[in-house]
T-cell receptor, first 115, second 109 residues
Framework: DTEVTQTPKHLVMGMTNKKSLKCEQHMGHRAMYWYKQKAKKPPELMFVYSYEKLSINESVPSRFSPECPNSSLLNLHLHALQPEDSALYLC??????????????FGPGTRLTVL | DQQVKQNSPSLSVQEGRISILNCDYTNSMFDYFLWYKKYPAEGPTFLISISSIKDKNEDGRFTVFLNKSAKHLSLHIVPSQPGDSAVYFC????????FGTGTRLLVSP
C-alpha cells in the first residue's frame, strides 16, 4: 500500500461548525504533515508530526487543531473557521521524521469551503 | 518573502521535444531539492530529488540539475509526452519543505 488517503474529499462548513479532516497511511511512515494550498499558490506547511509527536507548528491559528492518534492516522480538527480558511488541505507522510533526503507522499486533499 | 521561485507560470512544448522547467532559491541552507507533479484534483506526486552534494540526478526521462553557486535547479523531461501535462512544483528542504509557485506544462501531440 503506497497511498495516503484523505476524507472527506469536499467539505462545506459554516463559521460556527466543528468538523474534522482525516488522513491515513499504511506505509509505516513515521512523519506526517498538514499543508494548506490556496488557488494558484504553492502548498504551505501547517504542522509536522514526527513519531506521533507534534514537532513543527508554523504559527497556525488555534482554530486548527491537529491530532495524531497513532502512527497511521492524522486528524485536523476545525472550529470557528473564517471564509479565508477556504483552501485545499493536503496531508503527506514520509519515511523518517526529518526533511532531508526524504520525499513526502501526498494525499489527494480535502477541498474546504467556509461559508 | 518567496524563498523558492518558479518564474515561468506556464510552458508549452511539442510531444517528443525537451521540456525544461526552472527554479531559483534564495536560502543557501537548503540541502535537498525535489520536483513534484500535480494533476487537477490530486495531491502532488513525487518525481525526482537531488541532494546538495550532487549536481545531477537522472531517472528515466527525468533529469534534475543543481547549480549551487547560482542557486538554481532545473528539471529536464526528454522526450516530453502528452501525459506529462500537469503543474510542476519544485521544493527545497532544510528542516521543512518550501515549495515554488509552480509551472503549468502543456505537451501537445
Amino acid at each position: 500500500d503506497t497511498e495516503v488517503t484523505q476524507t472527506p474529499k469536499h467539505l462545506v462548513m459554516g463559521m460556527t461548525n466543528k468538523k474534522s479532516l482525516k488522513c491515513e497511511q499504511h506505509m509505516g511512515h513515521r512523519a506526517m504533515y498538514w499543508y494548506k494550498q490556496k488557488a494558484k499558490k504553492p502548498p504551505e506547511l501547517m504542522f509536522v508530526y514526527s513519531y506521533e509527536k507534534l514537532s513543527i507548528n508554523e504559527s497556525v491559528p488555534s482554530r486548527f487543531s491537529p491530532e495524531c492518534p497513532n502512527s497511521s492516522l492524522l486528524n485536523l480538527h476545525l472550529h470557528a473557521l473564517q471564509p479565508e480558511d477556504s483552501a485545499l488541505y493536503l496531508c503527506a507522510s514520509s519515511q523518517e521524521g526529518t526533511v532531508s533526503y526524504n520525499e513526502q507522499f501526498f494525499g489527494p486533499g480535502t477541498r474546504l469551503t467556509v461559508l | 518573502d518567496q524563498q523558492v521561485k518558479q518564474n515561468s507560470p506556464s510552458l508549452s512544448v511539442q510531444e517528443g521535444r525537451i521540456s525544461i522547467l526552472n527554479c531559483d532559491y534564495t536560502n543557501s541552507m537548503f540541502d535537498y531539492f525535489l520536483w513534484y507533479k500535480k494533476y487537477p484534483a490530486e495531491g502532488p506526486t513525487f518525481l525526482i530529488s537531488i541532494s546538495s552534494i550532487k549536481d545531477k540526478n537522472e531517472d528515466g526521462r527525468f533529469t534534475v540539475f543543481l547549480n549551487k553557486s547560482a542557486k538554481h535547479l532545473s528539471l529536464h523531461i526528454v522526450p516530453s509526452q502528452p501525459g506529462d501535462s500537469a503543474v510542476y512544483f519544485c521544493a527545497a528542504g532544510f528542516q521543512k519543505l518550501v515549495f515554488g509557485t509552480g509551472t503549468r506544462l502543456l505537451v501537445s501531440p
